[in-house]
């Protein structure tokens, strides 16, 4: 099993010196790309991804970008920008091109607009949806800004008298249902059918006391009970919709592990957590001082092939996880640098490469993925395909650029469990710390060893116990000759 890592260690080291003469891909990047191990340590890996520009709306022509809150990027590459302290959308072609600016539009013969808007969503149609935070609705609009529809306060039994409908972020899926998160809504993600009518709640959080705190709810009075912390569930942060129709939801609870969630149709959490840790973001930082406190997920993107892209604001990283929910890698960070943040709040994909929206600095970072990067994705995908063959290709040659990748080492076990070489596999799984996985080949292993070693097994066994029968007869019947020939004697 070390023989093994000790290969790709010697490797990668040959592939370093032949590579002498090229920079480093990752010292390019003006942050660190990690992982987490079974220890829970960091382990650094190659960049992942690597800024190539950063677009603002000087060099758009559209003049600067003012808070933008949140984008949208379609199949096409389309680029729709909610630049919300201009309370505008700008609409852009895949070559980064200006289509239109809407600011405007009619709405039955008046003028109107948007204010404070948060979040924006196109379907596949190009309908535009905005979340109009502050005129307290979702207005619905074509591709070239033309007014469709406006859904304005639902009206419903189950909702509060002095429910205020505050929209900020919105999701709509292949039937025209929205998916739309309201400021100060605990109850969960508001659901609408697609002619606009109030469904209900989806992906309610329930919340509930630890035994300390009902410990010392119990022991206060009367006074200190009212002054105690009211357990009101979170609030969700970000919504995104995969091909199947599944709702990925983010939500802000420091005290949570669930804070990532894949809600079907039901509104049930079905999201897989199978990776070392819960897929939250970092599970090492800081309890006191600058960049502490668990991360803050504003904001989600699903790509293909499982993988989904989580974006921490509150050390501005982006955290990317497969669909078991594997921790792939980490990176980013705050600075001035190109490729660095200093207040995110969205992440899309545009072909192979990420989008990343600052209204800290008013532009949109774009990064390209480097050789590891495009690597990990594309093992990940194929594995998510069950074409593991090829996924085990490119995990080898992931592991010649960095040996002390697990998820790498767990691919290839996987790969061998399903192939029903339960011995390899056992190998691969040790050397990425999974024992669940080790176990279950290992009890393969052992079944396999029993059913091939059975017939030699029961052959020895028979014929141990026929000897043990025979010894003992043999032993009864000279006894009992030895007993007759003294009774002669006597």
Avoid: C
């Avoid at 960091?42 to 984008?71: I, K």
């Avoid at 329930?206 to 705190?213: E, G, H, Y």
């Avoid at 990748?405 to 192939?419: P, Q």
Wanted: glycine share 8%; no cysteine; aromatic share 12%.
């Amino acid at each position: 099993m070390v023989s093994i890592k000790r290969a790709f260690l010697l490797a990668a080291i040959a592939a370093l010196f032949l590579s002498a003469s090229v920079p480093s891909a990752s010292a390019k990047a003006p942050y660190e790309a990690y992982t987490y191990d079974y220890y829970s340590d960091s382990v650094p890996l190659p960049a992942p991804y690597l800024p190539d520009r950063a677009v603002t709306g000087s060099s758009l022509g559209v003049g600067e970008f003012n808070q933008p809150n949140d984008m949208f990027v379609t199949e096409d590459e389309s680029v729709y920008i909610l630049d919300s302290g201009n309370a505008r959308i700008v609409s852009l072609d895949k070559d980064w091109n200006v289509l239109r600016v809407i600011q405007k539009f009619d709405n039955h013969g008046k003028e109107d607009g948007f204010a404070g808007p948060t979040g924006i969503f196109v379907s596949d149609r190009k309908e535009i949806y905005v979340a109009d935070t502050d005129h307290n609705r979702v207005v619905m609009l074509s591709n070239e800004g033309k007014l469709l529809r406006i859904f304005e306060k639902p009206q419903s039994d189950i909702l509060p008298k002095d429910f205020k409908f505050a929209p900020l972020k919105i999701a709509v899926d292949q039937a025209g249902r929205m998916f739309v998160i309201s400021r100060g809504e605990f109850e969960g993600i508001m659901q609408f059918d697609e002619k606009g009518a109030f469904m209900g709640f989806v992906g309610t959080i329930k919340v509930s006391p630890n035994l300390a705190d009902r410990l010392w709810r119990m022991l206060s009075t009367k006074a200190q009970k009212e002054q105690m912390q009211l357990f009101i569930p979170t609030e969700f942060s970000s919504v995104d919709m995969d091909k199947k129709g599944f709702v990925y939801a983010t939500t802000i609870d420091i005290n949570s592990d669930d804070t990532i969630k894949r809600l079907n149709p039901s509104g049930q959490d079905v999201i897989k957590r199978f990776g070392y840790y819960p897929n939250k973001g970092d599970i090492r930082y800081r309890r006191f001082g600058n960049n502490s406190g668990p991360s803050k997920l504003v904001d989600i993107k699903v790509l293909d092939g499982g993988l989904y892209m989580a974006l921490d604001s509150n050390r501005a990283r982006l955290f990317g996880y497969n669909d078991e929910g594997e921790l792939l890698y980490a990176f980013g960070g705050r600075g001035t640098q190109l490729g660095v943040f200093n207040t995110p709040v969205a992440v899309e994909r545009i072909g192979e490469r990420l989008a990343v929206l600052d209204r800290g600095k008013n532009n949109i970072v774009v990064f390209h993925p480097t050789r590891f990067g495009s690597l990990v994705n594309q093992a990940t995908k194929y594995h998510y395909d069950g074409d593991d063959t090829e996924a085990v290709k490119l995990w080898k040659e992931v592991l010649q650029l960095n040996t002390n990748y697990d998820i790498a080492y767990l691919g290839i076990g996987k790969s061998l469990l399903m192939e029903k070489k339960n011995k390899e596999a056992m190998a691969y799984f040790k050397l990425g710390m999974q024992r669940k996985d080790y176990s279950v080949a290992f009890k393969r292993h052992r079944r396999e060893v029993m059913k091939e070693h059975f017939g030699t097994f029961m052959t020895v066994l028979v014929v141990l116990i026929a000897g043990f029968v025979t010894f003992r007869v043999a032993r009864q019947v000279i006894r009992r000759r030895t007993g007759n020939r003294e009774a002669r004697l006597s």
